[in-house]
């Protein structure tokens, strides 16, 4: 009986339109602009001005504190400005503008597909060096490896679980590394558990995928401590907590990270960057992204350079439907609407999902029926109804007593609610001010 977690969940149509599409590289831009926030955590410090030349994978902004993470330049070419443009948030945000000029790379970095597989056991050496390389989870969550890696004083990780799962319906670009680059990501593997100082890792992966659970299963015999874990296909079984409950049947306690049951998550596509930061010198400068529609003419998988506007993939891919409704960061599940197709590809752009007008037209909002499908499905065990009216009506003490802190943002409650009450969206609204509140209070 295949694994799955316990608590929730659902079974959206998968649609992956792009499954079978092999990684292609995206042609270099005229222009790229990166965010030098691209993860959770501080901003990190431009490091240069109008009229500088940069080479790829040089250091352009500074990580702002140990929660934070250096930002490369993912071309060569001129600097043409540091100053606000809007990101995928639709707001705003600091960045470095850069006029493409060839594709000169900075001197040290490997640009050989070389499998490259011994590696110096020094995990400090390896956490620094994942550190300077800019490497953050890929998974979207962008959180900072290098501090996933070290732990809280009196906390030790037992178990790595690398995150294979990839459960958001449309999305193909794990897929693809696991099956093109499994080799360098049973590397990236090896790394990972060194830098933990841990011997066993589980790679996590939805049986829809068999392709890659076989190609992984062969070559993973060869290594000691990694096993791959086949997994029920249900959504969000990406989510941490749900993984971790599946494989190692841990729960990680409310209110606390995965570490405090041994447990570290890293997502395949973050391995494979941390086999090219230690293996071969390489920043995070670039990363496999899905364009993907029903309506889209040519479904892919891009490798692209951080800072590529989206409109770039969409051309690569057939040009815009006509009846494109909603251009989606991510996936329909957890993704977000963006405003503009000049908006950049970030360290955290998993898909670009064109989503049919039909689909994507929002349903009128009715009464609650009180049917609890919304609490049936959370997999974390909370009262979407309830969360939805407290953060409506602004009962910020009820929301945090309620946990609405735990809230992992799957959608479950929204996609299964035959009223089309937007719970999430206020869950999300809640959530943003109780956690300010909180925040406050440990000032």
Request: some cysteine; aromatic content about 4%; charged content about 25%.
């Amino acid at each position: 009986m295949l694994k799955t977690f316990k608590l929730g969940g659902v079974h959206p149509a998968e649609n992956k339109l792009s499954a079978n599409k092999a990684i292609e590289k995206l042609a270099l831009p005229k222009s790229v602009f990166i965010p030098v926030a691209q993860h959770i955590g501080a901003p990190a410090q431009a490091l240069v001005k109008k009229g500088d030349q940069v080479k790829v994978g040089q250091l352009v902004a500074k990580s702002g504190g140990f929660v934070s993470a250096n930002i490369h330049s993912s071309v060569s070419g001129t600097v043409k400005k540091v100053d606000l443009a809007m990101d995928s948030s639709g707001y705003p945000k600091q960045g470095i503008l850069i006029d493409v000029e060839g594709d000169e790379w900075e001197t040290g970095i490997d640009t050989s597909s070389t499998l490259v597989k011994n590696f110096e056991t020094d995990p400090k050496k390896i956490i620094d060096r994942i550190n300077e390389a800019g490497v953050v989870g890929l998974g979207g969550a962008t959180f900072p490896t290098h501090v996933k890696l070290v732990p809280p004083q009196g906390m030790k990780a037992e178990v790595l679980l690398i995150n294979g799962v990839e459960c958001e319906p449309y999305l193909t670009s794990d897929h693809r590394v696991m099956l093109e680059k499994a080799d360098e990501l049973l590397v990236g593997v090896r790394l990972l558990m060194c830098a933990l100082e841990v011997d066993k890792a589980y790679i996590g992966i939805e049986n829809n995928k068999p392709d890659a659970i076989k190609h992984l299963k062969e070559l993973a015999a060869k290594e000691s401590g990694i096993e791959i874990v086949p997994l029920k296909v249900k959504y969000p079984q990406g989510g941490e907590k749900q993984l971790i409950k599946a494989v190692t049947g841990r729960e990680v306690p409310s209110g606390a990270l995965p570490i405090a049951v041994g447990a570290v998550v890293s997502n395949v596509g973050t391995a494979l960057a941390v086999y090219e930061a230690v293996q071969k010198n390489k920043p995070l400068v670039e990363r496999v992204v899905t364009i993907t529609g029903k309506s889209v003419k040519n479904p892919a998988n891009f490798l692209v350079r951080v800072g590529t506007p989206i409109q770039n993939l969409i051309d690569a891919a057939g040009g815009l439907p006509e009846d494109t409704g909603k251009i989606i960061s991510g996936g329909p599940m957890m993704g977000k609407a963006v405003a503009s197709t000049d908006i950049p590809v970030t360290k955290g752009t998993s898909g670009i999902l064109l989503m049919q007008d039909a689909e994507a037209k929002r349903q009128p909002m009715k009464n609650c029926i009180r049917c609890t499908r919304c609490v049936t499905v959370c997999p974390m065990g909370l009262e979407p109804y309830f969360l939805m009216t407290v953060s409506d009506k602004q009962i910020w003490e009820k929301a945090e007593a309620s946990k609405i802190m735990d809230c992992i943002e799957c959608g479950s409650c929204s996609y299964t609610c035959p009223a089309d009450r937007p719970l999430l969206d206020y869950i999300r609204l809640g959530k943003g001010k109780v956690g300010n509140i909180i925040r406050s209070r440990k000032k």
